[in-house]
């Protein structure tokens, strides 16, 4: 190493140990500042008023659902949201519970129910589907029951690009304070 390298190192050095020196200067001023204060001690910060938004990915936001689901939306287009992101379950990215929670319009009630059957609709359907895609057909409105606070729609999901093969998402729906939520989801093919 050269003389000029030499002293490039040793300045260097000097800087950082210097830069040290003072931190721990300055921290203890800090301390020293809070206990010659009477021995007040800083007030914790305030809590914000709102729990924080916090956005679902992608993966899961589908359908048109993206938040637009406002306690008036119609249970045509609250199935279509949930239906479009249960179909998109997938055991290697997620567990149930998991991925049951982050479902939209979800019944609290019915959550354990689901949780349980995401399994069995994986291995007899979800596993098969490849690019499913909705096929934008939905279950006719059934005016009588949605009157009544209960009715079912079915989506009807492609099971692939090419395919003529349906899956078929039946929900049940019912009206809670908030708007329509999913009480049940069975699959079939057809």
Known sequence: MTHRGRRLAVLFITLVVLGLALNNIAGRARSGQGQAGGGE????GARPLAPLYVPRPASLISGGYGG???SEATPQEVARAVAGAYVKYDPDRTTPQTFV????RVAPAARAQLRQQMAQDWQDHLS??????ATGTLSAPDT???????TEVTVDF??????????HVTLGLEQGDDGWV??????EEG
Do not use: H, Y
Not at 101 to 104: K, Q, S
Not at 128 to 133: E, I, P, R, V, Y
């Open 101 to 104: 929670d982050r479902l939209p």
């Open 128 to 133: 098969k589907l490849s690019g499913a895609t």
């Open 41 to 44: 001690t800083a007030a914790p």
């Open 158 to 167: 492609g099971k692939g690009e090419n395919s003529s093969e349906l899956l």
């Open 144 to 150: 009588s029951a949605e009157q009544s606070g209960k």
């Open 68 to 70: 637009s689901l406002t």
């Open 182 to 187: 999913v009480t049940s989801v069975k699959l």
